[in-house]
């Protein structure tokens, strides 16, 4: 008999609920919220109001008028290779309907296997994230609405290439690149190329040339191996296999703020901001000159500001919250916590690979040029995803945070107030099940989606949990 895989083999619950868990309407930012990787719509009691159907899709963004842009892989092309299936062959924008208004794959040919055959593909290699011009951030923001039928498209990407100064390994880099609404590619920038402009120290630099390739990504505890969502990568030691050395998660640009206002450069509204998973740090590309501009970590003890922010481990979704939103100017990142980062061995890591451990996760808001802490949540150990997840700042000055690994999504006041709840049934198209992973979670105002009427907003009051059972 074939094992029955279950929930509880996860480290979760075998039953519990799903859907709106906990839901108070005047305390929240009302609208519709898109999931990631399941690719559906939800109104605020957790119903299903459209879904679009991708393929293995890792990331959605949603438009004004009903439209998304979405990363994809046709079924039949998930074999990949090279390089890993991790790099999607399309970024696409799909209307109400699932129909192609735009789609973008040409930046490299690669070998594929369909059903036994090798073939030459385009592909955009792209992974973790993208964004459509007109808005700074990919989520809603008064009056900055994303372009949907013309404007430029910026794509994080995977490229593989080599660079015996990080390691004698094949590096699978990150590499982002701006695209027209023709499929003009007018903008290049690779990861590797500024690698001395991280700030890594000798230790660090020493333990990725000797362990690059490893192929292992921090998990709850340590170093383990790569989890849902992020295919297998096979040790050094069975033969060369690329080197993930930043995995960048996140791209987005500054947009108008009041640091450039002021005369800071560094916060020029062309420049990107983004963060490496596996190095602990958060940067700014200058756009014109393509050089790091700012960063925090990867040391958090260099300075009496970085001591006080505490160390960040595996952050996902950093950004800078834009102008017309509460706490503008700020950077807003979700710091996950688990294992990341590269440096001395310790008890924890033995070889210096995921140095840095912590089993909670936590989102910090704080001021970019003094690093002082704005505004944080955390609820202990209760609170913990490590790896994926997002934070979004709303209008009312609410933050919808994504636990992505428990696929929890919540709203919470800037009391740390949860007013809205929602729980994500078992899915999975990239991933055995039972899997509850949303990668990111993004609300959206009820007019951006013209084809359906305004919901009917239902309080949700949750049972005591000390008084709920399930009667035999």
Request: glycine letters at 10%; aromatic letters at 10%.
């Amino acid at each position: 008999m074939k094992e029955r895989k279950t929930a509880s083999a996860f480290g979760y619950p075998s039953v519990y609920p799903t859907g709106t868990t906990l839901y108070s309407p005047d305390k929240c930012w009302n609208g519709y919220t898109l999931l990631s990787m399941e690719n559906s719509l939800i109104d605020m009691n957790g119903n299903v109001v459209n879904h679009w159907e991708t393929g293995a899709s890792e990331v959605i963004k949603a438009l004004p008028g009903g439209n998304v842009l979405v990363d994809g892989t046709d079924v039949s092309l998930r074999q990949v290779a090279e390089p890993p299936s991790h790099s999607h062959i399309n970024v696409q924008q799909l209307d109400w309907g699932g129909n192609t208004i735009w789609a973008f794959n040409k930046f490299k040919q690669i070998k594929v296997d369909v059903e036994g055959k090798e073939e030459m593909v385009w592909a955009a290699l792209q992974h973790h994230d993208f964004e459509r011009e007109g808005n700074p951030v990919g989520y809603y923001v008064p009056g900055m609405d994303p372009l949907v039928d013309k404007g430029n498209t910026l794509i994080l990407a995977h490229k593989d290439v080599k660079n015996p100064e990080i390691s004698p390994s094949l590096l699978h880099d990150d590499c982002i690149y701006e695209v027209t609404w023709e499929g003009e590619i007018v903008w290049k920038w690779l990861c590797s190329d500024h690698f001395d402009e991280f700030g890594f120290s000798e230790e660090a630099r020493n333990t990725m040339y000797r362990c690059g390739g490893i192929g292992r990504r921090a998990g709850p505890l340590g170093a383990e191996p790569v989890g849902a969502g992020h295919p297998p990568i096979k040790p050094a030691s069975k033969g060369p296999h690329p080197f993930d050395w930043m995995h960048i998660n996140c791209i987005s640009t500054l947009g108008s703020n009041k640091w450039y206002d002021a005369g800071d450069e560094r916060f020029h509204p062309d420049n990107i901001i983004g963060c490496g998973r596996s190095t602990n740090i958060l940067f700014i590309i200058g756009k014109k000159t393509g050089k790091i501009v700012w960063k925090v970590g990867p040391d958090y003890t260099a300075s009496s500001a970085l001591k006080e922010l505490g160390q960040i481990v595996g952050p996902h979704h950093c950004h800078m919250i834009p102008r017309g939103l509460p706490g503008a100017g700020n950077i807003l990142v979700f710091d996950n916590g688990g294992a990341a980062g590269y440096g001395a061995p310790n008890p924890g890591s033995p070889i210096g690979v995921n140095n840095a451990l912590r089993d909670y996760s936590r989102i910090i808001e704080f001021d970019p040029v003094t690093l002082k802490k704005v505004w944080e949540y955390r609820d202990g150990k209760r609170f913990y995803s490590y790896f994926i997840s997002s934070a979004q700042r709303l209008p009312n000055g609410n933050t919808l945070i994504d636990e992505g690994a428990k696929g929890r999504i919540f709203e919470v006041t800037q009391e740390s107030e949860i007013v809205w709840e929602y729980i994500s049934p078992p899915f999975s198209k990239i991933a055995p099940k039972p899997d509850y992973i949303i990668y990111r979670a993004y609300r959206v105002p009820y007019e951006w989606v013209p084809q359906l009427e305004k919901p009917i907003e239902k309080a949700v009051i949750p049972p005591d949990p000390s008084e709920f059972r399930i009667k035999p």
